[in-house]
């Protein structure tokens, strides 16, 4: 089983849409949790970070289930900016990994 | 300018070249990091560096080669080339932050913009 699995992909939904990504790991002592974007054949940038208790920016809510292992990110009214592939990222003890998962890739279409 | 550089943006060369790949940040961070990115695959670790004098192998080391020159320089080298090295490789900084039980530490990876190796 890989450390950190994502939904393949790829989403194709309308501007405007609504659209949810799920990540899972394997690690119960990860500590840290992220959500990177990378456009296409560039690098990835934070897009942002996973707190226990979730939380929003803006349009983007991050969500952690410590229980279950799994964290997700929730994009509300979806814009053609938002296409990219998504990253799931998890840090294992005290940081000297990040571990990533392959990327759920999203297309938002006009 | 930009925080991590990484030279060369684009390399071509034949199987069994030595290939060095730079990397250099103003952060001021002591950690850095060589990725590997495959289609299909994500990001690979290849070797990582909490300070000058730490050097740690990743999850494909095999191959590759490091040298942590200076605080803000971090390279890669192929001693060998070969076709399956063809990939875009990543280098990152991180400053470490800290770490608190039960929130999220405060660290986070910056990239630098890659370099698309090509082994014929």
């Known amino acids: 089983r890989k450390e950190v699995e994502q939904d393949p992909g790829p989403f194709n939904v309308p501007e405007g849409a609504t659209v949810a990504f799920n990540c899972t790991y394997s690690n119960s002592a990860s500590q840290s949790f992220f959500w990177y974007r990378q456009d296409c054949r560039k690098e990835p940038k934070l897009l942002m970070s996973?707190?226990?208790s979730g939380n929003e920016d803006g349009r983007f809510t991050a969500q952690l289930n410590r229980a279950s292992q799994y964290i997700s990110l929730l994009i509300r009214d979806s814009k053609l900016s938002d296409s990219a592939t998504y990253l799931c990222?998890?840090?294992?003890?005290?940081?000297?990994?990040?571990?990533f998962g392959p990327g759920t890739r999203l297309s938002v279409l006009p | 300018d930009a925080d991590v550089t990484q030279t060369p943006r684009n390399r071509i060369t034949k199987t069994g070249k030595r290939i060095m790949l730079e990397c250099s940040q103003t952060k001021g961070h002591d950690r850095m990091y060589w990725y590997r990115q495959d289609p299909g695959l994500g990001l690979r670790l290849i070797y990582y560096s909490f300070d000058v004098k730490d050097i740690n192998k990743g999850e494909i080391s095999d191959g590759y080669s490091v040298s942590r020159q200076a605080q803000a320089k971090f390279s890669l080298s192929l001693e060998s080339a070969i076709p399956n090295q063809t990939a875009l490789y990543f280098c990152?900084?991180?400053?470490?932050?800290?770490?608190?039980?039960?929130?999220?530490?405060?660290?986070?990876?910056?990239f630098g913009p890659g370099t698309r190796l090509t082994v014929l």
């Open positions: 996973v707190y226990s």
């Open positions: 990152a900084t991180s400053g470490g932050g800290y770490w608190d039980r039960g929130s999220s530490s405060t660290d986070t990876q910056y």
């Open positions: 990222v998890v840090t294992g003890n005290y940081g000297q990994n990040f571990v």
